[in-house]
Each structure stands twice: as structure tokens, then as C-alpha cells.
DNA sequence: CCAAAAGTGTTCGCAGTACACCCATGC
DNA sequence: GCATGGGTGTACTGCGAACACTTTTGG
């Protein structure tokens, strides 16, 4: 038997101030019922992208607002019985896209918080940090964050949203300043979205024109 | 016939400020007397970054001194003959350890200046495209321009692989003063290279200790 | 009126940048 | 002594960092 090919998805998904992971349980050996990033073979005539984007569909549904290649994993002996080379993904989904979904024995499908992850099949646990690690770094030079939230939000759900994932606290006043100064947010005349406590905030969305500009021209990003 | 698995290796040289790539030229169809990036099937018991190793080996005997994955390229139709996904590699070496080969018609390697290549067999330029530009980002912000130069070298050697590959003019002061600001290169005892015009340099060597400490407490590189 | 979150400006320090002259060597 | 590259210090400026009070809303 030849060397088979896979594709593994790390879907992330943030809300209140959590970040979660889309994990599937293993109906079949090896790791039968453990949970395992969502993923499975690529066919004979479909892309790798298309490959990680058939496997969520099929296994969870998701539907998916950004992806890109993350790494590729070729380990002989991560795969107990075959040779499996994956190539790894890693995506974004809105708060409208998903449920929370609480992992109980029955579910085949969760979102489990990225602080408190069960023990995973296979070397998923390494690509998981791989991801995180990436979503992390990656925050800080592109606004890919914008792919967590819900096409209009308040501002302070951005902030909070780089507190979690960032893990520390940020100056409200300079992160607003700087991130306004990119111009890549659209203030929307909607009124506030209801708020449960205090003052509501305004709506932003993001101007994906305005950003595929700046980024032609070439411009750093760098949020701390 | 199921999916193939291949590597092929994005190999840059630097010498007389001009960045070099390794090129192999093809002996069989497709593609058959073209120039490409050295490569070839993955074995099955053999990491994929062995199999990058392997082959370069084989079919160039370079001896690399920096190797990181880079990016999984499987469109369907990529290679017109079956379906084959490969995991490309990009590596550097140092100027001692290859010699510079004029490209001939008789020649089954050679090294080719980066402004000056020759089309390239399957999707192998925008490997290459990508390749390029993971290394001018990458030097930025980690000092891997190092495993370009040979273990001993005076400090203008880096300054110009800085301008070279960067395609910009620096400001030497500034430059010398932050990178030596890092702590990561030792002042050797030895006298000066022998300096073909003008004063001879300095020697200095990479502290790789000295690195990874400063690494570990996370510290930022970013020259410009 | 109290609690909770939104919104907003100024000051300070440092690091990036710009800039030019003297030194050592080979021929 | 001339050509070539090596080696060095200072002043400016703009950006990141620190920091606290007022406003709006719901209860």
C-alpha cells in the first residue's frame, strides 16, 4: 500500500470571550472514540482545499469564513496502520455560523474551549498548538480576526476578542487609535446593537476593499 | 493510480551579491530537458523531510545547512501526467560547501542567479515566487541569512547578502549598530580575511547559544 | 442613582532614521 | 598617494506605551 494522503481542518470559532476548536469523535480504530481534528482523504481529482472543505461539510457542517494551509505533517508512525501524510488547515467561522454544541458521550460533533481540550487521536494535539500558535502571530500583522466576528460587531468585541486570543490585557484607547487608523472599519449608521449591560456600542464592518488597498500598497499591521 | 506524494526543494546560495537557486535539468518527459527544482517521490518509510534530504543528495550533492517546510502545492493538473502533490521545502547552503556551475547544455545541475532564470518545468516558478519571498520576509525578522554565509565572515558579507536579497540600499551604521545591538555574533580573535581591495574586516562568527537563549525569552529581530 | 460598558487626548521615552568623516590596507 | 572598503557617533522625529475621566444606557 502506497503512501495515502489526508487533509485535517483546525477550525477555530470565538464567542464570549472563549475560543473554541470544532473536534469530531472517531467512530472506527485507531482512537475509536476519542476526539480528532475533523478531516479525512483527499480524492483523485479535487484540490487540498477542496478536500479540507468536503470533510467539514460532510462531518460538521461548518460552514467556513476563512481558511489556509497550515502545515504538512508526514511522520512515519502517526498513523498506527498506514503511511498518512496530512496536510493541515486552518479556519475561521463567525459566532452566526455555529452553535456551541456541549461535548457529551453521544455527540459526534463540538466545540470544545482551547483551554480545556480532551486528550486528542494522533498527533493532533501538536497540529492544534501549531494552529494556535499560528492564529496568534498572525493576529498581530492581519486583521484575520475579522473572520471571528459577525459581519457588523461593536468595537469592543474586537478588543476582547484580542484579549482572549492574545491572552493579555490591551489599552483600550491606543488599540482603538491604532486600529482605527487603518481604515479598513466602516462605522454603520445602525443604531447599537442591543446591549445586555451598559452603554451600547456602535457597529463596525469591515471594508474589505479598503484593506485589499493598503495591502497592495504594502502596510504593517502590528497590533500588540 | 492513487495520489503520488513528491517533494521538491527550493535551494538558495549566495555569493558576490548575487542569490543563486540549485536547478536540475530533466532527462524524461514532461517537461523533458527543462530546468526544475530538484524533488522526487516520497518513500514509504521515510520522513518528508528525509525524502527532501534524499534527493538533493542524489541528484545534486549539495550539502544543506537549512532546511524548513514550505508550502504543499496539489492542484489537480499540476503534473499533466498523474495526480502528484508535493511538499516543497526551502533550504540554504553556504558558499563553501558549492561550487557555482555555469549552466551548459551538458550540465544536470546547476546554479542559476535569482534575476536570471530559465522557465521552469510544472508550477515550479511560483514555488520558487513563494520560496523567494518566504525568505526576504523571514530575514526580517530571523537571522537566517547566517546559514548563507560561511561559519567565519566579516560583517560587510551580511550587510550585502542584506541588500542583495532584499533589493535594497541600507544605511551601514544603522545596520551594524542593531545587529550587533542582538548579542548573537561573536568577534573572533582572527585576524582579518584576506581582503582582496580595501581594509580587511573584522571576523565574526554566529553564536547559535547566545540565539536561542534570546529566542526562548522572545525577543524581536526586525531589521529593515 | 448605581452599575456596566463605551468613548476619548495628552504626555513621555525610545527606537528608527538620517547623515559624513577618518582608518587600514594593497597596489 | 590613491583607491577601496571598514569602522564609528549624534541629532531628530515619529510611534508605541502609559494613563483616567466623562457619557450613555438599563435596572
New binding site residues.
Given amino acids: 500500500m502506497s503512501i495515502q494522503l489526508a487533509t485535517d481542518a483546525v477550525v477555530f470559532g470565538y464567542q464570549h470571550e472563549q475560543l473554541f476548536v470544532a473536534l469530531v469523535r472517531r467512530k472506527y480504530p485507531p482512537f475509536e472514540g476519542h476526539w480528532a481534528l475533523p478531516g479525512g482523504f483527499v480524492l483523485e481529482n479535487e484540490s487540498l482545499e477542496q478536500a479540507v472543505r468536503r470533510e467539514l461539510e460532510e462531518e460538521t457542517g461548518i460552514k467556513i469564513n476563512y481558511l489556509e494551509q497550515l502545515y504538512t505533517f508526514g511522520e512515519p508512525g502517526r498513523d498506527p496502520r498506514h503511511r498518512v501524510v496530512s496536510v493541515a488547515y486552518f479556519g475561521l467561522v463567525r459566532p452566526s455560523d455555529f452553535q456551541i454544541v456541549a461535548a457529551t458521550d453521544a455527540a459526534e460533533v463540538a466545540w470544545f474551549d482551547t483551554k480545556d481540550l480532551p486528550p486528542l487521536a494522533f498527533d493532533h494535539h501538536h497540529i492544534l498548538d501549531m494552529a494556535l500558535h499560528r492564529l496568534r502571530s498572525k493576529l498581530t500583522y492581519e486583521p484575520i480576526g475579522l473572520n471571528l466576528l459577525d459581519p457588523q460587531f461593536?468595537?469592543?468585541?474586537l478588543?476582547?476578542l484580542y484579549m482572549t486570543i492574545l491572552d493579555q490585557s490591551i489599552?483600550?484607547?491606543?488599540f482603538?487609535?491604532?486600529f482605527?487608523?487603518f481604515g479598513i472599519l466602516n462605522e454603520l449608521p445602525a443604531?447599537?446593537a442591543?446591549?445586555?449591560?451598559?452603554?451600547?456600542?456602535?457597529?463596525y464592518a469591515f471594508d474589505v476593499e479598503q484593506y485589499n488597498a493598503l495591502k497592495e500598497k504594502g502596510f504593517?499591521f502590528?497590533i500588540?
Fill in positions: 461593536p468595537f469592543g468585541d478588543e476582547r489599552d483600550r484607547r491606543n482603538r487609535k491604532k482605527m487608523g443604531k447599537a442591543t446591549a445586555d449591560k451598559g452603554r451600547p456600542g456602535k457597529l504593517l502590528d500588540k
